[in-house]
């Protein structure tokens, strides 16, 4: 392929920028050979001619397709150089945040400058046992190769993190630590992880500061070596350390601290235990105030303080030896403060002793002052034959004073260093290690010096390895796959090396100059300059003659040679040294022992390393001579590259974004550099010097399957197929090999293939473009023409309408006009033919009303006579009767003052005023009597009156009958007159009848209007008295409103509140099960290990120590706490105390917080069922208040009717028992004199039982009395309101009284009140029930905080304490519970007392009583002489089993131990279950307690055992949950509870249980229950797990819809080939169906089940979506569409086995929604806030980490922009979350055995032959 075919138009490269050191470009106009411009656009437009030299044919290079762009893997770019790797990084860098990007065998970690929720115990849990290609790059990863391949390959490992000062060396090695530390913690109670981890604080406190470039720069290489055994655990760890920079001590560059420590130790001197350190602010000491500022924001020196005592303690250095550390820190501090002033002579100086420093430095350090004061300005010369004491000068004393502080400062180093290690230490054989190397990184400063040429000639030493490491696995992955291996050129620096440390190099004639007595630096530089000038790595500068060059690999250095001969020889004046030799502290003694002592003791206690030397070390010039800086120094470095030229590297590169520790800021430049220096772009150059390309055939044939023609395609061969499709697209056969199971590309051929997959994939584009373009245009014309037919045919259409619309109008015109002719016509004859009519109706009315007014004038004139004449005879009546009645009136005047005499006379008297009096208060009653007499007189009057009236009128209808006739017959006179007389007579009578009557309607009027004004006011004082009852009644109304109201509002809180506490409080009861579970799995590991450790001779455990073996956690029920704390301390002795300390403790606190929280979740519930009654009572009643408050009373009334007559029936029950006891004792026992009368003493007794009884019924009668009582009120109550409101509408003409209406006013007054009353008293009810459980609650955590604190003081309490500790708690606890029960013991021992003394006087009655009737028996059973045979009769079957104590071992071995599912699979689900209760019912039936609390025991402890043995199967695992859930609900159903016995038939409830109450082995049996639980989610977990991630991302459910990318060095390990099996969706759903087959035959409750598979789908979709959070090459388009089709499927099975009802598809939302976040549109702002409404399960992080990744798999996907990823985190700012990426697929939701009682009886139950239980007896 030429170079034409490469550079031709639309191609991009890169040309280089002085600013960002690259930049992109692409070609204008196609590039032909020998042209020597080349024609470029920028990305801004910007046009550019950039030059090629036609001599070195150098062309920029070219850009990868975008689709590369962002790898995981540098190398699967297809472009390898330094700009494809600088723009990949800052790719993934800034837009998807990801730090860690691999670059073959390297990680290299970008320092973000900002903390990532990526290093978690869930991203460490998620990492473990995955392959390194697996998941995206993460230092996790580095860490789980290396664990992995030292458990795989049994060799030692190293991890090597380098980079300068600032990239992130320290956190990086911190990090993998940690991951060891979890991953392969220590198998016992030694915590050497912790104390790992707790090392990291301690050299960051005295080993790292602040620098220009970092805040907490380590100036210190270390390597730490972990320790594990042969299982893998970590037993112990080790430390080296290289070149600590002393010179920091006590002098510090502008903008730069001194170590952490002596910041943090003053910054606590106000401590009371560091008075005696006399520090102060480290504002006032010269060493720590070189550098300006003391502080670093956003630290705080005293908690990081803190962090460091604790760790020291944790580390197990005591309080003393903290105290002699601190002591030597201080003492440093006050020797810098120390002033030296010059005194007359120059070369003379003293001490100014107005500073108190020296005295602080001498009583912290425990030394002479004097001594100390003399030789800090003097020192000794030694010659042959004499000793000097010269004195110093200021300088010299100034610098004898720094050198002391630099030695002891190390020396204190040094000796830490030393403690770590100590308490690092293991006594066990070590098998394998993993190394850490944090190390410097190659530095080039303005100025360079020792430590500078150190730190690079040991990068320079690490490159060598890491290029040999790099090269060799290369040869190996060309020789695995058999192509031809060429030699590779690669920067080899052995020469460098050699210049540095061989015979002659710099640092041997660096050591040389220092025994030279007259050795400078001047005269160290003039003979480098003379040795080595020849040399291509060393120059020498033009403008100085005191510094020399160095090449190295990485940059050119220049050091200044000032200085180098006095570091190195590193002097103290031997005179100081020797008076802190004497120091009173041994410690400071010890620090400056003889170092020979100090290396033989250290190498004693060291750990021992095998380890084969990479080649043979350099021999020691001469050993005579003291040991230099650079001697040392190159002596560890050999040792170091020894240990890791033993072990399998990993290399871990740190790189610094930027100089200003800007959050995720990129400067190219600087990245660039370290790249160079570092090795990065070294790897890459050699691996694109070969075949940095590889692909496996199928993932090739995959990817490039569209370049292939029909013919070529040979699906049995893809290795001949994809050799004939290179063979015709690559010509060059050089760009290509065939390897076993991989091709081998050049660089830039993938990006060729690439480009020809793009060209293709766009002309089939086009072409599809092409046909379906042509397809819119004939559809559109067919469309078009189709429309124009349509519009000429519904023209033509309206206009033939609208002529037939015209001829139809015209049509209808012409009749109109017809119609309207004949209409007008018609209305003309009408109107003159209605006219006539009318003149003819009023003519003949007028005609009649005259002839009707005649008539009517006629009538009228007669009525006028008639009136007349009747006034004029009334007239004359009137005047005659008026002076009758005046008359009558004068003589009743008359009389009336006669008696107006006499009366006043008698009103005078006393006797008078009494009658008056008396007779008032009978007056009114015999006036309303007198009124309704006088109504009922009127009206019988009125009554008389009509019948006198018709009476009369027929007799006057008679006269005038007879008159008619008589006149008629005799018309004579006489009669004439008679009759007349007659007449008169009856005229005048019916006058005073008339009168009377008249008389009588005038009283009656005026009484019925006094009534009726009564009435009246009486009705408006009714209507008063309503409005304001209503008033009243809307007021109670509306208050008792809002208090329903409110108190309805405050329990549904409350309810919600509570339930929430017991759901937590239930998962942290079954945490603690959990836990306890696993410190019972944990001892029972540790008693096996010192099964093992013991001597020869198996020695037996006593079944009591066992957790599983004893009911010793069950105290309450058969053994008491004494006998527990014998057992544990029993355990203590046997164990081991450091073994057993922990489980016992926590062994003893479970017990005790079990039942605790037992007795706290039995009240909880009670007042649940309380509140729920209260509400379910509140929602029936109605909305009168009265009637509710009866309601409740005839309820109460009612309950308490009913536990009378349940606790008579019960003394019914016990007299009828105690009569036959009686009655069968007399009649088989000898009657006697005295026993007759202890029969009558017990008649007697029973005579007073009888007698309450009747007391008793006399209270039943008297409260139904009452019931009945208020019943009936309650009907009254009804009618009277009824009656009211009758009366109120329509007792209108009825009188009323005035005082009942005041007294239904009063009653409905203090009804009111009595109303108010009992809401108050309800409402203090409710508060102070409020009241209780909120001090139940704040009881209970404080119980909880006072166990945590417990939990707390005794972990961080050495092993002795602790047990110490714990022994003493246990103690006051059992003493304190012995009290308790000595009370309780002394109670029933009085009771014991009282009733044997009763029994005993009994028992001498009835025996004598029992002594006669057996008498009388043997006479009358001496007279019988015939024989008769007594024939047992067969019992029916009670549903109990009767076995002997000596078969109970073998019951449970045969149901529990040896049994197996399949041999119960045929019979009813739980038949052990049952089998074991019936037993157990037959041992409460004869009261043997020990029977019954044995055989519950040993059945525990049988199914723990069988668990455990069978810890990983399924199958086992679900039978004996099926089973204990079985024997729980048994325990409950036949309890004898009547919560338990509701569904309960009669045959059922004769099967309780009689004598036993057994809940608290209920409790012990639903623990047991959720540890089942928990150990079936366990076994299914690992299980489904290998399978999720491949079934659920992996597996191509959809065919054909993913499509591979090209992969780097790191290949995935799930990649499948030909041939390959790996899980899919099907294997997964089968495996489900197992579970759910297995659960449902074993007869588990369907609510388990539910429960069961809710917890494996939420573990799914964790998994799921951790992976797909931490994996990039998932994050696409395709897979959202895969797991949408996956999770659709899973809905589907669940519906299929009726399981939609568990919950499981809710714990699936998060990952429902991660699928649609993938297949969303990602762009605008309106994309943003539809993606913020729908994924409300995910969280900000997740979301964002997902858009982060999402990668697109084709050229036609869109990335997802910045700015767009920055939008969604505006919208999403406002959410409270926690800070947390991954989902905890650990968590378990609280499980609930919910009560399901069995419908089958007891003694229908069949036990199959096959389980040989024919020892069993039917009862």
Known sequence: MSVSELYTKYTKVWIPDPEDVWKSAEITKDYKDGDEI??????????????????????????????????????????????????????????????????????????????????????????????????????????????????????????????????????????????????????????????????????????????????????????????????????????????????????????????????????????????????????????????????????????????????????????????????????ILHLGNVEIVSERDVDTCGINKKYQHLNYFCNLLGIEHDQMEHWLCHRKLVTTSETYVKNMAKQQAINARNALAKHIYAQLFKWIVDQINKALYTTSKQHSFIGVLDIYGFETFEINSFEQFCINYANEKLQQQFNLHVFKLEQDEYMKEQIPWTLIDFSDNQPCIDLIEAKLGVLDLLDEECRMPKGTDQSWAQKLYERHSSSPHFQKPRMSNIAFVVVHFADKVEYQCDGFLEKNRDTVHEEQINILKASKYQLVADLFQDEDCSVSTTKAKSLKINVRPFKPAMKIPNKDHKKTVGHQFRNSLHLLMETLNATTPHYVRCIKPNDDKFAFSFDPARAVQQLRACGVLETIRISAAGYPSRWTYHEFFNRYRVLMTKKNINLSDKKETCRRLLDNVIKDPDKFQFGKTKIFFRAGQVAYLEKLRADKFRAACMMIQKTVRGWLQRIKYRRMRKATITIQRYVRGYQARRLADFLRKTRAAIILQKQWRMLAARRGYLRIHNAAIIIQAYARGM?????????????????????????????????????????????????????????????????????????????????????????????????QMMAVTTAQATEIDKLHKELERCRDQQGEENRMTSLQEEIDKLRKELEESYKERDILVDTSTKEKVELQQRV????????????????????????????????????????????????????????????????????????????????????????????????????????????????????????????????????????????????????????LEQKEALETKKANDDSGIPNDEHEVEIAYDSLKRHELESENKKLKNELNELRKAVAEKSMTEDPSNDAENAYNVLLRQLKVANEELEVRKDEVLMLRTQIVKAAQQKEEGKSMNDVTEKYEWKRSDEETDKDDAIEAYNGICETNRLLEAQLQSQIK??????????????????????????????????????????????????????????????????????????????????????ARNAVHQETRREQLTRQVTVQRKEKEFQGMLEYNKEDEPLLIRILIKELKPQAVSATVPGLPAYILFMCLRHADYIDDDQKVNSLLTGTINGIKKVLKKHNNDFEMTSFWLSNSCRLLHCLKQYSGDEDFMKQNNSRQNEHSLKNFDLTEYRQILSDLSIQIYHQIIKVAESLLQPMIVSAMLENESIQGLSSVKPMGYRKRSSSRVDGDESYTLEAMLRQLNIFNHTMCEHGLDPEIIQQVFRQLFYIINAITLNNLLLRKDVCSWSTGMQIRYNISQLEEWLRGKNLQQSGAVKTMEPLIQAAQLLQVKKKTTDDAIAICSMCKALSTQQIVKILNLYTPVNEFEERVTVSFIRNIQSCLRDRNEPPQLLMDFKHTFPVMFPFNPSSLNLDTIHIPANLNLTFLMRV
């Open 38 to 331: 080349l024609h470029l656009k920028l990305e801004d437009e910007m046009p550019l001619t950039h030059p090629i030299n036609s001599k070195a044919s150098q062309l920029p290079f070219l850009r990868n397709p975008d689709i590369l762009v962002g790898e995981n893997d540098l190398t699967a770019l297809s472009y390898l150089h330094e700009p494809a790797v600088l723009h990949n990084l800052r790719v993934r860098f800034l837009e998807s945040n990801a730090i860690y990007t691999y670059c073959g065998i390297v990680l290299v970690a970008i320092n973000p400058y900002e903390q990532l929720p990526i290093y978690g115990d869930d991203v460490i849990h998620a990492y473990s046992g995955q392959n390194m290609g697996d998941m995206d790059p993460h230092i996790f990863a580095v860490a789980e190769e290396a664990y992995k391949q030292m458990a795989r390959d049994e060799k030692n490992q190293s991890i090597i993190v380098s980079g300068e000062s600032g990239a992130g060396k320290t956190v990086s090695a911190k990090y993998a630590m940690r991951y060891f530390a979890t991953v392969g913690g220590s198998a016992n109670e030694a915590n050497v992880e912790e104390k790992v981890l707790a090392s990291s604080p301690i050299m960051e406190a005295i080993g790292n500061a602040k620098t220009t470039r970092n805040d907490n720069s380590s100036r210190f290489g270390k390597y730490i070596q972990i320790g594990f055994d042969r299982r893998y655990y970590i037993i112990g760890a080790n430390m080296r350390t290289y070149l600590l920079e002393k010179s920091r001590v006590v002098f510090q560059a502008e903008d730069e601290r001194n170590y952490h420590i002596f910041y943090q130790l003053c910054a606590s001197a106000n401590r009371p235990e560091f008075k005696e350190l006399c520090l102060s602010s480290a504002e006032d000491y010269f060493y720590t105030t070189q550098g300006g500022d003391i502080l670093i924001e956003g630290v705080n020196d005293a908690e990081d303080f803190e962090r460091t005592c604790d760790a020291f303690t944790l580390l197990g250095v005591k309080d003393a030896h903290q105290m002699n550390i601190y002591r030597v820190i201080a003492s």
């Open 1325 to 1410: 009810q409710h508060g102070e029930e409020m009241e209780r459980m909120q001090a139940r609650n704040e009881a209970m955590k404080e119980e909880m905080e006072k166990q945590q604190q417990i939990l707390t003081q005794t972990l961080q309490l050495s092993p002795e304490a602790r047990i110490e500790y714990n022994i003493q708690q246990e103690i006051t606890r059992l003493t304190n519970e012995n009290l308790d029960l000595k009370e309780l013991v002394e109670k029933q021992e009085k009771n014991e007392k009282k009733l044997k003394k009763q029994l005993k006087i009994h028992m001498k009655k009835v025996q004598e009583l029992e």
């Open 1016 to 1167: 009246v006011d009486l009705e408006k004082e009714n209507t008063m008295l309503k409005h304001e009852k209503d008033e009243l009644n809307q007021r109670i109304k509306s208050e008792s409103k809002d208090v329903e109201e409110k108190l309805s509002e405050k329990i549904a809180k409350e309810n919600e509140q509570s339930k929430k506490e017991m759901d937590e409080e239930r998962s942290r009861y079954q945490n603690l099960l959990k836990e306890y579970s696993r410190l019972e799995q944990r001892y029972d590991n540790l008693q096996e290990e010192m099964a093992l450790i013991k001597t020869p001779g198996h020695r037996r455990n006593p079944s009591n120590q066992s957790s599983l073996e004893s009911d010793s956690n069950y105290p309450s029920i058969s053994t008491s706490d004494i006998g527990d704390t014998e057992d544990a301390i029993q355990l203590v002795e046997e164990a081991g105390l450091e073994n057993a300390a922990m489980d016992m403790t926590l062994f003893l606190k479970l017990q005790k917080r079990v039942r605790e929280l037992e007795q706290e979740r039995k009240s909880l519930r009670t007042e």
């Open 847 to 943: 005609f009649v009303r005259q002839k009707y007014h005649e008539l009517l004038l006629q009538h009228k004139a007669t009525i006028i006579q008639k009136y007349l004449r009747g006034w004029m005879a009334r007239k004359r009546f009137f005047r005659i009767r008026n002076a009758v009645i005046y008359l009558q009136c004068c003589y009743r005047r008359m009389k009336a003052r006669r008696e107006l005499k006499t009366l006043k006379i008698e009103a005078k008297s006393v006797e008078h005023y009494k009658k008056l009096t008396s007779g008032m208060e009978n007056k009114v009653v015999q006036l309303q009597r007198k009124v309704n007499d006088q109504n009922k007189e009127y009206k019988a009057i009125t009554e």
